[in-house]
C-alpha cells in the first residue's frame, strides 16, 4: 500500500529525514520547513499540470487564467467545445492542446476517473496517465506528489528539484540520473517531503547571477 503525508505528520517527515540526512537538516534550519504544496484532484489541475511542461510556471498560469476567462470552469465538456484558434488566443500550444483534449476525452469516455486514483498505488497511475498522449513521468510525478501526496515519488524529470539535490550534496554537474536515484534512495519511503524541502532549498538559495 502506498503511503501519504498531510499537514498532521509532514513536519514529523521534515524532521525524521533531517535526524538521518545532516545536508536536509541544514535546509530546515537554513531556510525553516518547506510549505506543504497541494493541489486539489481536478482535470482543471491536470491541465494546469500540462501547461507547465517546459516552460515558467508564471506563462502556464497565464494560459491557464485565459482559459478560465474563456470557458468560466475548466471541464472536458467545456473543454472540447473549444476550437484550435480558441485555444491559440489562450496561449497554448498547439502539441499542449492535442494533450489537453486527449486528456478531456479520455474522462468523459471514462477511461480515466480521477477520482478512482485516489485508491490506487503509485505504479497502476503511472501506467494509466503515461497512455495517453502527451502525459509523461513528469506530469505523472507532479500530480502523484502534489495531488495525491504519496510519500515516495522523487522527480528525476525535474530541473529545479535535481540541480538543488546537486548543490546540496556538492555534486558534480555531469551526474548520471543513475547516480542521483541511487542518492535518494536514503531518502525513502520520503522521497516526495525530501523534494519538497530540495524545492525550499532552491527557491530560498538561488544562485548568484554570473559576473
Same mark, same amino acid.
Given at each position: 500500500?502506498?503511503?501519504?503525508?498531510?499537514?498532521?505528520?509532514?513536519?514529523?517527515?521534515?524532521?525524521?529525514?533531517?535526524?538521518?540526512?545532516?545536508?536536509?537538516?541544514?535546509?530546515?534550519?537554513?531556510?525553516?520547513?518547506?510549505?506543504?504544496?497541494?493541489?486539489?484532484?481536478?482535470?482543471?489541475?491536470?491541465?494546469?499540470?500540462?501547461?507547465?511542461?517546459?516552460?515558467?510556471?508564471?506563462?502556464?498560469?497565464?494560459?491557464?487564467?485565459?482559459?478560465?476567462?474563456?470557458?468560466?470552469?475548466?471541464?472536458?465538456?467545456?473543454?472540447?467545445?473549444?476550437?484550435?484558434?480558441?485555444?491559440?488566443?489562450?496561449?497554448?500550444?498547439?502539441?499542449?492542446?492535442?494533450?489537453?483534449?486527449?486528456?478531456?476525452?479520455?474522462?468523459?469516455?471514462?477511461?480515466?476517473?480521477?477520482?478512482?486514483?485516489?485508491?490506487?498505488?503509485?505504479?497502476?497511475?503511472? /501506467?494509466?496517465?503515461? *497512455? %495517453? &498522449?502527451?502525459?509523461? +513521468?513528469?506530469?505523472? #510525478?507532479?500530480?502523484?506528489?502534489?495531488? =495525491?501526496?504519496?510519500?515516495?515519488?522523487?522527480?528525476?524529470?525535474?530541473? /529545479?528539484?535535481?540541480? *538543488? %539535490? &546537486?548543490?546540496?550534496? +556538492?555534486?558534480?554537474? #555531469?551526474?548520471?540520473?543513475?547516480?542521483? =536515484?541511487?542518492?535518494?534512495?536514503?531518502?525513502?519511503?520520503?522521497?516526495?517531503?525530501?523534494?519538497?524541502? %530540495?524545492?525550499?532549498?532552491?527557491?530560498?538559495?538561488?544562485?548568484?547571477?554570473?559576473?
Amino acid at each position: 500500500m502506498f503511503e501519504q503525508f498531510s499537514h498532521s505528520n509532514f513536519h514529523l517527515i521534515c524532521d525524521k529525514l533531517a535526524a538521518n540526512d545532516p545536508d536536509l537538516a541544514l535546509i530546515i534550519q537554513n531556510h525553516g520547513y518547506p510549505p506543504l504544496w497541494s493541489r486539489p484532484n481536478s482535470f482543471e489541475t491536470l491541465v494546469h499540470i500540462i501547461l507547465e511542461q517546459q516552460v515558467s510556471l508564471a506563462s502556464a498560469l497565464s494560459a491557464l487564467n485565459k482559459l478560465r476567462e474563456r470557458v468560466q470552469q475548466i471541464t472536458p465538456t467545456r473543454v472540447l467545445l473549444l476550437t484550435d484558434e480558441e485555444f491559440r488566443a489562450c496561449y497554448v500550444s498547439r502539441q499542449k492542446t492535442i494533450y489537453i483534449k486527449y486528456l478531456a476525452e479520455a474522462i468523459v469516455n471514462g477511461q480515466i476517473n480521477l477520482a478512482e486514483m485516489e485508491q490506487m498505488p503509485d505504479d497502476i497511475i503511472r /501506467a494509466k496517465l503515461t *497512455a %495517453l &498522449k502527451g502525459i509523461g +513521468n513528469w506530469t505523472t #510525478d507532479v500530480y502523484l506528489m502534489f495531488v =495525491l501526496q504519496h510519500a515516495d515519488v522523487f522527480p528525476i524529470g525535474d530541473l /529545479a528539484a535535481v540541480n *538543488a %539535490l &546537486k548543490r546540496v550534496k +556538492n555534486l558534480p554537474k #555531469d551526474t548520471s540520473r543513475e547516480e542521483l =536515484l541511487l542518492v535518494t534512495e536514503q531518502w525513502k519511503p520520503y522521497r516526495t517531503v525530501a523534494s519538497m524541502l %530540495l524545492w525550499h532549498y532552491y527557491l530560498s538559495s538561488p544562485r548568484p547571477p554570473r559576473t
